[in-house]
């Protein structure tokens, strides 16, 4: 079983920045993908990055730009450092780890979510 702990969320003014983090720990193998996820009040959780362990990185359109996602392999860990916040910004946000292989099976992992408002 995979465990995420995600830290780094709170409460920050328009224009400023934080920095999540989220450390697997657990029967980790073969990840795939490491990546933050966000739901807004009254919204449908959205991507907002993900990095393959091919190098692919994708990102939602919203936060191009704003946002930067990097990984720390040797420490299971990825980051999301968010930069120029917005007001709709806001949102709890879920760390997600996928791996696994066909021997001895895949995950999708997910954490217990972050808060992160965007309010002056």
């Known amino acids: 079983q995979v465990q995420l702990v995600e830290s780094g969320g709170g409460l920050v003014q328009p224009g400023g920045s934080l920095r999540l983090s989220c450390a697997a720990s657990?029967?980790?193998?073969?990840?795939?993908?490491m990546g933050w996820y966000r739901r807004a009040p009254g919204k449908e959780r959205e991507l907002v990055a993900a990095?393959?362990?091919?190098?692919?990185?994708d990102y939602a359109d919203s936060v191009k730009g704003r946002f930067t996602i990097s990984r720390d392999n040797a420490k299971n860990t990825v980051y999301l450092q968010m930069n120029s916040l917005k007001p709709e910004d806001t949102a709890v946000y879920y760390c997600?780890?996928?791996?696994?292989?066909?021997?001895?099976?895949?995950?999708?992992?997910w954490g217990q979510g972050t808060q992160v408002t965007v309010s002056s």
């Open positions: 997600n780890v996928k791996g696994g292989n066909v021997r001895f099976g895949f995950y999708d992992s």
């Open positions: 990095n393959t362990s091919g190098g692919r990185t």
């Open positions: 657990g029967s980790i193998f073969s990840i795939n993908s």
